[in-house]
Structure formats: structure tokens, C-alpha cells
């Protein structure tokens, strides 16, 4: 199925990326901020992000709308991207399935990991040091694993890979 990678962005803050519901019949669609892709350090770290979004449909975290569904249906699932689609289980085998591609593609398996790096200087500025080493009282919150655990996962996908 093809693939459709949208950078957005223009007087946008945020840096990020997700997933589009295009549709069974019109492909992949990934949205990645032009302020994520400018901050990350090379094409490799750029090719984790891709990789991982594109997991998220592989894996079958994205539901393939019909194209008959109305622009309510769409924010629907959008809404209820928080509780079903993005969850920590699903963020950890996303990860798992990019540093796969990541790795099969030519990439810089270590230079990849980097874009996770990345986000936990992203974090850290904005003072998120939950997302990136996890909550004190050790109850997992939110739709990501924090980013230490992520970055090791990660890191023991890629040693298990190397054999």
C-alpha cells in the first residue's frame, strides 16, 4: 500500500508526528512537523520517526477508514486515538518494528536511536522528565513509555537482531 508522508508545520510549535486515517483505499498517511525534522540530527534519526509511524499501520494500530466515511467519523477515531490506538503497548512495538525496518533499509541502527535521544533533550526543555525516566511512584501513565525504557527496548531489539 503506498505511502504518504506530510510534512506540516508552517507557525507550528510542536514537534511531532502521527498517523493519518486515509483510508483502505487511499494508503498510509503520516504527518511529521517540519520543526521535529529540522531539530533531528541527521536522515537517519528522520528515518526512525518515518519508520516507526509507519509501523503503527503495518502493525494494525491505524484503522483503515472507508473512503465513504464523513469528516465526523474520522474525528471520532481521532478522538479516540488516546484510549485505543496510541498506547504503550502499541508505542513499543512500533519501536521495535522501526529499528527492524530501520536496520533492513541501510540505515545507522545507532544514528536512528539518536531521534529518541532527541526527544528526551525535547522533553527535558520542556521540563517532562516523567516522559523521559518514567513517574516516581513507578505507575506507567499517559500513551508513551517513558523514553529511558523506550531508547533501552529499543537498544535489546537491535542487540537481539545483531544476534
Known sequence: MPAKVWIVGEGNNELGAGDGYGGRDRGVTIYISRRLLERLADDDAAAFIVAHELAHHRLGHVPALPRTWFAWGRLLVS?????WIATREHEHDADQLAIELCVDAGYDPERCIAA??????VSLDYQNVDGVLGYEDGIERGSHPALVARIAAVRARLAALRG
Open 79 to 83: 478522538a479516540l486515538d488516546r484510549w
Open 116 to 121: 529518541l535521544e532527541h526527544l528526551v533533550n
